[in-house]
């Protein structure tokens, strides 16, 4: 059963035109194929924490472990800013018994598997956005995929029946 699950959703994933080059990256396959059967709930971690759009470009830097967000250009540290939206946003999600998070893959924020740019050991570094890592460390048995995971339709099915079950758990927990 998925009728009436709610799931988050990166908000250029859903059109919304939330990039740093203002436009969006809209997955209607996707939507097509979840429409009936969730309530998509779109957010954007950069829009949200006040970056404006357009904005610089940025990406992850330093520890894979623990990375900074840095623009690339003029090479602002928006780490702190964005870990401050991060907590708040996070302690309201706790309360709207999400079924799972759709995330935009690649993105310093959202994506699931970011390259992270700067000295370290290893050649090839990689780290969740600053956003799915809080997500994976507040929440750790929410579902969550990135777009590119999901345009696989056996994927994706799994993935809606395990955020069902999450929903449904977490509005028994609620009680
Ligand atoms: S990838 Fe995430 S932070 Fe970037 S525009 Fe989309 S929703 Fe916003």
Known sequence: MTT???????????GQ????????????GLLDLVAGNVVLMPLCPEAE????????????????ENPKLLTMATRQDLT?????WIGQRLNR????????????ARSPSCGMRVPVHGPWTGENAY??????RA????FPTLPIADEEELRDPATLAAFLKRAADHAQNTREDQR
């Open 93 to 104: 999600l706790a309360g709207e018994a999400v079924g799972g998070l759709i995330l935009k």
């Open 80 to 84: 702190d800013r964005m870990r401050i």
């Open 4 to 14: 009436h699950i709610t799931i988050g959703i990166s908000a250029c994933l859903f």
């Open 49 to 64: 924490c006040g970056l404006g759009i357009p904005r610089e470009p940025m990406q992850l830097e330093g520890n894979p």
């Open 127 to 132: 780290s969740l956005g600053l956003f799915a």
């Open 135 to 138: 997500c994976r460390q507040r």
């Open 17 to 28: 035109n939330t990039r740093y080059d203002g436009g969006h990256r809209l997955e209607q």
